[in-house]
C-alpha cells in the first residue's frame, strides 16, 4: 500500500534531543500489483520513492529464517528487490517479518466462526471493488484514502479483532505486525534514516507507535509520483536470475 508515514524510531530506553533523533519513514508496497499497469504504481515508482528517501537502512517483508535462502521466494517480489537495490548501493537491509505456524493457521481456518468469515470477506470484497474501479492518477494515493483505510481497520479491528480464532486464520495479522514493528525498530541501532516497504501501512503505524518511545508522526501522501515508467533494465536482470 501507499503511503509515507515519517516517525522518530529510537528505543524506548533511548532519550535524544529531537534534532539527532533517527528518522523512519514507512512506504507502502502494493505486492504483485506493480506489475499492473493501470494502477500506475510500478517498481521503479517504488524504486524511486525509497532511494529519494535517503536511507542507510530498509526493513522489508521477508522473515530473517527465509532471508537468502529458497524460501524467500515465498515473500513479495519487491522485498528481495529493496534488498538487492540496498545491498548494490552499501544500504543495510534487514528482513523484519514474522509467520505463523502454518498447521495452526490451517486449523484456525477450519473453526472460524461462519458469520465472521463472512463479514471479513464482504469487507474484502468492497477494498477490491475500489482498487478495481480505480481510475486516478496512481493507485498510491487511492489504498490511502478515507475510504480504504476505513474498510481496512474495519475489518481487521472491528470484524476479525485481535486474539479471536479469525486473528489466527488471518495468519495472526496483530502478532505479525507488532513483530514486524520491533524487529524493525531493534535493527535500526546505529541508523539515521530507516525506511520500511511493507503493505501493512495503518497496523504498522499503530504498533510503531506502541514500541518507540514518544513518537512523532507526521503523515503526507505522495501525490503524481511519475505514472508509468518502462521496467529499468536492472529490474529485468533481477528477474532473470530469479527464475
Same mark, same amino acid.
Given at each position: 500500500?501507499?503511503?509515507? %508515514?515519517?516517525?522518530?524510531?529510537?528505543?524506548?530506553?533511548?532519550?535524544?534531543?529531537?534534532?539527532?533523533?533517527?528518522?523512519?519513514?514507512?512506504?507502502?508496497?502494493?505486492?504483485?500489483?506493480?506489475?499492473?499497469?493501470?494502477?500506475?504504481? !510500478?517498481?521503479?515508482?517504488?524504486?524511486? +520513492?525509497?532511494?529519494? @528517501?535517503?536511507?542507510?537502512?530498509?526493513?522489508?517483508? &521477508?522473515?530473517?529464517?527465509?532471508?537468502? +535462502?529458497? @524460501?524467500?521466494?515465498?515473500?513479495?517480489?519487491? $522485498?528481495?528487490? @529493496?534488498?538487492?537495490?540496498?545491498?548494490?548501493?552499501? &544500504?543495510?537491509?534487514?528482513?523484519?517479518?514474522?509467520?505463523?505456524?502454518?498447521?495452526?493457521?490451517?486449523?484456525?481456518?477450519?473453526?472460524?466462526? =461462519?458469520?465472521? /468469515?463472512?463479514?471479513?470477506?464482504?469487507?474484502?470484497? /468492497?477494498?477490491?471493488?475500489?482498487?478495481?474501479?480505480?481510475?486516478?492518477?496512481?493507485?498510491?494515493?487511492?489504498?490511502?484514502?478515507?475510504? $480504504?483505510?476505513?474498510?481496512?481497520?474495519?475489518?481487521?479491528?472491528? %470484524?476479525?479483532?485481535?486474539? !479471536? =480464532?479469525?486473528?489466527? *486464520? *488471518?495468519? !495472526?495479522?496483530?502478532?505479525?505486525?507488532?513483530?514486524?514493528? *520491533?524487529?524493525?525498530?531493534? *535493527?535500526?541501532?546505529?541508523?539515521?534514516? %530507516?525506511?520500511?516497504?511493507?503493505?501493512?501501512?495503518?497496523?504498522?503505524?499503530?504498533?510503531?507507535?506502541?514500541?518507540?518511545?514518544?513518537?512523532?508522526?507526521? &503523515?503526507?501522501?505522495?501525490?503524481? &509520483?511519475?505514472? %508509468?515508467?518502462?521496467?529499468?533494465?536492472?529490474? #529485468?536482470?533481477? #528477474?532473470?536470475?530469479?527464475?
Amino acid at each position: 500500500m501507499l503511503l509515507v %508515514i515519517a516517525t522518530t524510531l529510537c528505543g524506548p530506553q533511548a532519550v535524544q534531543p529531537p534534532g539527532d533523533r533517527p528518522v523512519g519513514f514507512l512506504v507502502g508496497s502494493f505486492h504483485n500489483n506493480h506489475f499492473q499497469e493501470r494502477f500506475h504504481y !510500478s517498481m521503479h515508482d517504488l524504486t524511486t +520513492q525509497v532511494l529519494a @528517501l535517503k536511507p542507510d537502512l530498509v526493513c522489508g517483508e &521477508i522473515t530473517p529464517g527465509a532471508y537468502g +535462502q529458497p @524460501l524467500e521466494g515465498y515473500f513479495p517480489l519487491e $522485498a528481495a528487490w @529493496l534488498d538487492e537495490l540496498a545491498r548494490e548501493r552499501g &544500504i543495510r537491509f534487514a528482513p523484519v517479518d514474522w509467520r505463523m505456524d502454518t498447521a495452526k493457521q490451517i486449523e484456525a481456518e477450519a473453526a472460524e466462526p =461462519v458469520q465472521v /468469515k463472512e463479514r471479513a470477506r464482504a469487507q474484502g470484497e /468492497k477494498l477490491m471493488s475500489g482498487i478495481n474501479g480505480f481510475a486516478g492518477t496512481s493507485i498510491y494515493d487511492h489504498l490511502h484514502g478515507e475510504d $480504504a483505510l476505513s474498510t481496512i481497520d474495519a475489518m481487521y479491528e472491528q %470484524i476479525i479483532g485481535e486474539n !479471536s =480464532v479469525a486473528d489466527v *486464520a *488471518a495468519g !495472526s495479522w496483530h502478532e505479525r505486525n507488532r513483530r514486524m514493528a *520491533a524487529n524493525c525498530v531493534s *535493527a535500526a541501532a546505529g541508523a539515521k534514516r %530507516i525506511v520500511m516497504a511493507e503493505m501493512n501501512l495503518g497496523m504498522m503505524q499503530r504498533e510503531v507507535e506502541r514500541v518507540v518511545r514518544d513518537p512523532e508522526i507526521k &503523515i503526507e501522501l505522495f501525490s503524481k &509520483i511519475g505514472g %508509468i515508467y518502462p521496467q529499468p533494465q536492472e529490474f #529485468l536482470r533481477f #528477474l532473470e536470475e530469479k527464475r
